[in-house]
């Protein structure tokens, strides 16, 4: 959907490089997500956020870090790529909630991150 | 163990046949079961999102159903088109986790012409 977009579209890196995928929503949601998307596994949730200045671990928050200084912003962080990071990372948002309601998550298209 | 399983992988039907996915999960007690359509190269987009006390919910030529005494779910399309080819993934919230969304790998469907 327009109302939420990720960049770079697809990522080529080396260990030990930081990384900085950005998020980027136009409906003011409150909440944003982080999921990363690997052959033959769910979606896994890395991190998420309530609000701005609000964040808080999810599934798989290891080697990531998240910031949100402003609601429609996002951008996660690999500090020191590693190759088992390799992935497709989905960004989400909903409004108010999808984990205690059942409103519906909206998904950016992805990012495709290569870590050689 | 995967909280939610999905059958079969992959699929491939031809065009204009229906099939059914299915969804089996542990997770209890949850909040509500969802399926996501997610084309090659995008991101998951909602199809249908169903309460515990909801048997079924249709959007157009798909339609989700829900047994929660045995824990599945289906997923049945119409009348395929070449467009329904993508990956039908089914997530269920856990109310034990904080409805956290628990996704399945997901099933890969190929409509034929």
């Known amino acids: 959907d327009a109302g939420i977009t990720q960049s770079p579209r697809y990522k080529i890196t080396e260990t030990g490089r930081q990384v900085t995928l950005m998020c980027h929503q136009t409906?003011?949601?409150?909440?944003m997500f982080w999921y990363r998307q690997d052959l033959g596994h769910g979606l896994r949730l890395i991190y998420y956020?309530?609000?701005?200045?609000?964040?808080d671990k999810g599934e798989v928050p290891d080697g990531y870090v998240v910031s949100r200084s402003k609601t429609e912003n996002f951008p996660l962080t690999l500090e020191s790529a590693t190759r088992s990071q390799t992935s497709v990372y989905f960004c989400?948002?909903?409004?108010?909630?999808?984990?205690?309601?059942?409103?519906?998550?909206?998904f950016g298209s992805g990012t495709q991150l290569s870590v050689l | 163990k995967n909280q939610v399983e999905q059958s079969p992988q992959s699929l491939i039907i031809l065009e204009g046949k229906n099939c059914t996915l299915q969804c089996n999960y542990t997770v209890s007690p949850f909040s509500n079961l969802r399926w996501y359509k997610q084309d090659t190269g995008r991101g998951p987009v909602s199809l249908t999102i169903m309460t515990f006390s909801e048997n079924t919910k249709s959007n157009g030529r798909y339609t989700a159903t829900l047994d929660a005494d045995t824990k599945q779910s289906s997923l049945h399309i119409t009348a395929s088109q070449l467009s329904d080819s993508a990956s039908y993934i089914c997530?269920?919230?856990?109310?034990?986790?904080?409805?956290?969304?628990?996704f399945g790998a997901g099933t890969i469907l190929r409509v034929k012409s």
């Open positions: 956020s309530a609000a701005a200045d609000i964040t």
């Open positions: 997530v269920v919230s856990a109310e034990e986790y904080g409805n956290k969304l628990v």
């Open positions: 409906w003011s949601h409150s909440y």
């Open positions: 989400a948002s909903s409004e108010p909630t999808s984990l205690r309601s059942n409103e519906k998550l909206f």
